[in-house]
Every structure is written in structure tokens, then in C-alpha cells.
């Protein structure tokens, strides 16, 4: 353990803890996985085949994956976190309130977003309830946002192409 006087910010992470490398591994895993297998079901339609041929099933059913694999993510955030010594500059009632801000606005998004699109247009997760105060799930939760901004990077060019070849068929369909 840490010695409280001497110990900084990092001195919190313990990188000898397998389940932190585990969950930076699902964390990397989930957002390059489902942009793969997006754009394999848009080029070849296999998810639609292995469905019967019913695309509304294929689609549903790559859902429950991502929803699936989504909750296996969490879970393994969850267990490495608890594995990690507690930062006490942390546990103070503001980065508490911040941290309860930014999960009610992360939610708001979410569920507005599958609203907004529904089941075949986006992707609801489930999210972590509990606050552990600890300095590696910050850093897990960077990690996450990197990896997020760099599926960001491929799957927005690839989403606006499906939206726009769709809009150009239908234009088409309507002359």
C-alpha cells in the first residue's frame, strides 16, 4: 500500500493488477469490434444472411451483442477499479457531485441519442452506479474517451456515407 505522505496522484494506480490491463483491453476491444462488424454487415450483409435473410433480426441481434459486450465492459471496469487503492483527494463531496454531473449528462445523451434513432441507429450501455474514488478508473475512463474519439473518427465518415447514399436512393426513387 501507498504511504498517504509521499504517495501522488499515480502512486494510486496499481499496474501489477491484471484486471486493470483486462478492462483496458475491453474498453480498446468494444469500440473497434462493433465499427468492423458494422462495416463488414454494410459490405457483405452476413449478419443479414446468418439472420435468414431478415436485416431488421440482423440488426437486433448485432444490438444485443454490443449491449452484451457493453455490460461484459463494465463489468471488468467495475472489478479493476475495485482492485485499486482509493485516492482520498477523490472522495471529496465536489469531484463527487462532479462525477454524478458528468454521469447524468453522459445518460441524458445516451438516451437521447437512442430516442432519437432508435434500437437500429445507435447503441445503449449500461453504466457504472457506484463511485470508487479511485485514480485508475479516472485513467481507465480516459482511455475509454480516447478510444471512443478515435472509433469517432472512423464510424462518423462511415455513417454519413450510409445516410447520404440512402437520401441519394430515395431522391432517386422519388424522380
Known amino acids: 500500500m501507498v504511504s498517504k505522505d509521499s504517495a501522488s496522484f499515480l502512486d494510486y494506480i496499481d499496474l501489477n493488477e491484471k484486471s486493470l490491463l483486462i478492462s483496458f483491453v475491453s474498453i480498446t476491444f468494444n469500440p473497434i469490434f462493433w465499427n468492423h462488424v458494422a462495416r463488414r454487415e454494410y459490405k457483405t450483409k452476413f449478419i443479414t444472411r446468418l439472420a435468414g435473410g431478415n436485416a431488421f433480426l440482423?440488426?437486433?441481434?448485432?444490438?444485443?451483442t454490443i449491449f452484451s459486450l457493453g455490460i461484459f465492459r463494465d463489468y471488468?471496469?467495475?472489478?479493476?477499479?475495485?482492485?485499486?487503492?482509493?485516492?482520498?483527494?477523490?472522495?471529496?463531496?465536489?469531484?463527487?457531485?462532479?462525477?454524478?454531473?458528468?454521469?447524468?449528462?453522459?445518460?441524458?445523451?445516451v438516451l437521447?441519442?437512442?430516442?432519437?434513432?432508435?434500437?437500429?441507429?445507435?447503441?445503449?450501455?449500461?453504466?457504472?452506479?457506484?463511485?470508487?474514488?479511485?485514480?485508475?478508473?479516472l485513467v481507465l475512463t480516459a482511455w475509454a474517451?480516447?478510444?471512443?474519439?478515435?472509433?469517432?473518427?472512423?464510424?462518423?465518415?462511415?455513417?454519413?456515407?450510409?445516410?447520404?447514399?440512402?437520401?441519394?436512393?430515395?431522391?432517386?426513387?422519388?424522380?
Open 145 to 175: 474517451f480516447f478510444c471512443y474519439i478515435v472509433a469517432l473518427r472512423f464510424e462518423g465518415p462511415f455513417t454519413t456515407m450510409i445516410y447520404e447514399r440512402r437520401d441519394a436512393a430515395e431522391k432517386a426513387k422519388d424522380n
Open 76 to 109: 471488468l471496469y467495475k472489478t479493476a477499479i475495485e482492485n485499486q487503492p482509493q485516492y482520498p483527494g477523490l472522495q471529496h463531496d465536489y469531484v463527487k457531485a462532479v462525477a454524478i454531473g458528468l454521469f447524468l449528462a453522459g445518460n441524458i445523451f
Open 58 to 64: 440482423g440488426c437486433y441481434a448485432l444490438a444485443v
Open 112 to 137: 437521447s441519442s437512442m430516442y432519437a434513432l432508435g434500437v437500429t441507429g445507435t447503441y445503449l450501455g449500461k453504466e457504472i452506479e457506484q463511485w470508487f474514488a479511485s485514480p485508475a478508473g
